[in-house]
């Protein structure tokens, strides 16, 4: 088997609600083989992998896949089901698994729920190698590579602190990302985006950091404060620490200034040379060294957020207890072997690492259930445990801490004290405060129980009632989708609302493009929901970023689908149009509860998934059409349903809530004159979809009065007027993109020449049926070809378009002009003479300078002065049967 490659969906998708890892498997010579011609191959992977007698499978219970290797089963079927028993070793909470058909014979996806993109990644390519190693009757051992990526997972996954916050979050419905390997999160969405790196918030101000940081200027502010600190001086040589022996008063501390997690802290220094080895230590950390006087008493850490004690540790120094039998040494290895241990913040707790150990002979046997301190410094880092005492902090103390914390600036605050008990009043001294306070000790203490210290981040950062979100409407469909998206956002705009919007031509944040080019995948979502200035979100979702990348968001509060029509066969695996429908679906299915799903009732798989089960309880449907007697939008409304639709020539909105009459379609420039019924339709969308986010169906006329299709939509029916004829460009490429058009052209004076060309990439099926749909709208075709073959040779798509628009209609004038840019310059004399073009272009920007050198002028108006072309499309609303 072949590896072929492996991608991370980090989103809601077409799988699975939660991230999945989908590698693409090519079998080689196991194409069409299964388990049953592999004698012992079977009984060699159970002996290796038992647990996967537990694995349901189809069957729904275990023992499921067992039987199905027994009955017979392929082989990427069963590199799925390794790789979620290897998961489910370590700890993964992911149970879900696929293998799907990827296009062409021996090629599958392998999809499986990861917990961690690159350790899932590492037991993909364990289970492949595992499974052809078996094939083969060799041994294989699954302990180095779960080794691997039990590793991986420590360096990647979030540490304690940083998942404490994260699952704070998620129980509190928020949304969340990680934008680094590392610590830091981004909460929330747009204006109300927050971002934590560890217990550092966003509120968190640099200044504060910066004095916790410096131990002396915390010290010192805490002095003047009159909170109790240690006395203590800050040097820079040791010459000048020497005086300090008599000056402070024995025994000492010595640490560096600028540290951190107990690094270099050396305790009981009580003379010259001890005091000399100890700055030594510290200056390796930090220029300036702090000496201070010890404080007698036990050693804690209270955590202080928002100005409130959530949790209090006593710390206890790094030991081990012997049993009697074992070494120092032999007992520090049996404590590694905790689970709970691990490399620096990874774990509960970290690894007891290191030869520092003071004055101890690592080989001596202690007694049983003597206890041995390794090191005095209690930090978790150094390998120390704590005790939970929240519920004992005197109130003295608790008030002290709490104005520590407000003296520094810190909205979350670590603060270390000694003193003799935290439960009465304090008797010993604050000796540090801390910035991005470590929330291991309070999460997974020794003794006591657990504190929701996460919960009090976020709490802080979202307090009850306060939005996280921000309205998100997500949009998408064959046709259409750009412009419904640029119309909803050009509404909610209108109504006041500083608008992020991305679709097929770019990112638009408060009607600025800053990035250009197909923005319609997961990505450029993410970059409008980060961006804090953004009120409301509009997202257009392509087919490509939907199936390979997923959704860029958890939830929408409005969905929208416009239709669902032939185009992209070939791609991605899509073989017809259940398969399109099963990828757009996913739109509609992450709508919220409460949240409006918008369909087309004119399109049969569109408005087909009102009845999904997939969608979420309590989402509302809302349906439009060209057409109030469309029988799925009567049987909705009978129902109790809300939709939209075009009566005696005006937009409106029905419901339970009452009707409101929207705008004439007449009145709306990007209808031509009401003579568009595509554009009409999309218009309605918009209206439903902003309706749903409250917006007045006045404010919803006004923009769509005010939205020009040129200025607006470009790259969408654009009209020009070009002498006595006008040419419209279009970005159509399918066959429902060609009949709407023809449509369209059909009662404009003059002749009417496309110019016209299909992508390289669909499937012949699909060229050929917008082939037909050419030959059935337009006596006279240029066809054109794209620069991008997409993997086709020259002139190939044009001549299978050529022979099929002859064998449907031998009439049509039909020539072949490979550049659209030379196929435009050869109908520009006729269309100054009065004919009318229509160019479905590749690339705008090459065809609008041809149009400016020859003085075209961008218009909303019809190539047609004749009145009857401006009501006349009621009849074209009203051709068809009813549904």
Known sequence: MRIEGIRAINGPNVYHAKPVSVMTLRLGELTGKETTGFPGFTDRLLELLPGLFKHHCAKGAEGGFVERLNEGTYFGHVVEHVALELAGQLGGKGNYGKTRYAGEPGLYHVIVRHDNEAAMRCLLETSVSLVDTLIRGEDFSVTAPLERAASI????????????????????GIPWRRLTDGSLVELGQGRNLKRIQAAVTADTGQIAVDAACDKALARQLLADAFLPVPHGEVVTRFEDALPLLDRIGLPLVVKPVYGNQGRAVTMDVADAAGLEEAFLLAAQVSEEVLVEQQVAGLDYRVLVVDGNVVAASRRVPCHVVGDGSSSIAELIRSANLDARRGNGHSKPLTRIEGTDFKDLDLSRVPEADEKIVLRR????????????????????????????????????????????????????????????????????????????VGEAIVSM??????????????????????????????????????????????????????????????????????????????????????????????????GVITNIRLDHVGQDGIEDLDDLTWIKSLVAERVRSGGTVVLNADDDAAAGLADSAALQPGARIVLYSLRPDNARVQRHLAAGGTACFVRDGLLVETGPQGEVRVAAADQIPLTLGGTSSYQVSNCLAAIAASRAQGVPGEVIAAALQAF????????????????????????????????????????????????????????????????????????????????????????????????????????????????????????????????????????????????????????????????????????????????
């Not at 998408?476 to 679709?503: D, P």
């Not at 929901?529 to 409301?536: F, G, I, M, N, Y």
Request: with cysteine; net charge negative; charged share 25%.
């Open 153 to 172: 997972m420590e360096e990647t996954g979030p540490g304690p602190s940083t998942q404490a916050v994260i699952t704070a979050a998620e129980l509190r």
């Open 377 to 452: 410094a209690a930090n978790l880092s150094q390998g120390g445990t704590a005790i939970d005492v929240t519920d004992e902090v005197h109130p003295e103390i608790r008030a002290a801490c709490v104005r520590a914390a407000r003296v520094i600036g810190l909205d979350v605050c670590g603060v270390d004290l000694l003193t003799s008990d935290i439960s009465r009043p304090l008797d010993g001294a604050i000796i540090e405060v801390n910035a991005s306070p470590g929330l291991r000790m309070h999460l997974y203490p020794d003794e006591g129980d657990a504190r929701p």
């Open 708 to 883: 020009s299709s040129n200025e607006h939509n470009p790259g969408r029916a654009n009209l020009w007027h070009l002498g006595q004829g006008s040419l419209m460009l279009d970005y159509g490429h399918n066959p429902d993109a060609f009949r709407h058009a023809a449509e369209l052209s059909a009662g404009w004076n003059g002749p009417v020449i496309a110019i016209a060309g299909v992508p390289g990439d669909r499937a012949d099926s699909v060229i050929a049926e917008a082939a037909r749909a050419l030959a059935d709208g337009f006596s006279r075709l240029w066809i054109k070809e794209d620069g991008d073959l997409r993997g086709r040779q020259r002139g190939e798509v044009a001549e299978l378009i050529w022979r099929t628009v002859r064998e449907r209609n031998h009439e049509v004038d039909c020539r072949i002009v490979l550049d659209e840019v030379d196929a435009l310059e050869a109908v520009l004399e006729e269309v100054m003479a009065g004919a009318h073009a229509i160019l479905f272009f590749e690339r705008r920007e090459p065809v609008l300078e041809v149009l400016r050198k020859a003085g075209a002028r961008p218009a909303d108006a019809l190539p047609s002065d004749h009145p009857e072309h401006a009501t006349g499309i009621q009849g074209a609303w009203q051709a068809g049967p009813v549904a």
């Open 461 to 558: 950062l979202y307090p009850s009632g306060a939005p996280a979100r921000i309205p998100v409407c997500s949009v998408t469909g064959t046709n259409g989708k750009t412009t419904v998206t640029r119309l909803i956002a050009f509404v909610l705009a209108r109504a006041g609302l500083r608008v992020g919007a991305s679709t097929t031509d770019g990112i638009m944040i408060g009607g600025e493009l800053v990035a250009r080019g197909d923005m319609t995948g997961p990505a450029s979502a993410r970059v409008v929901l980060s961006d804090t200035s953004v009120d409301a979100a509009v997202l257009e979702c392509a087919r490509g970023g939907i199936i390979r990348r997923g959704l860029g968001f958890d939830w929408a509060d409005t």
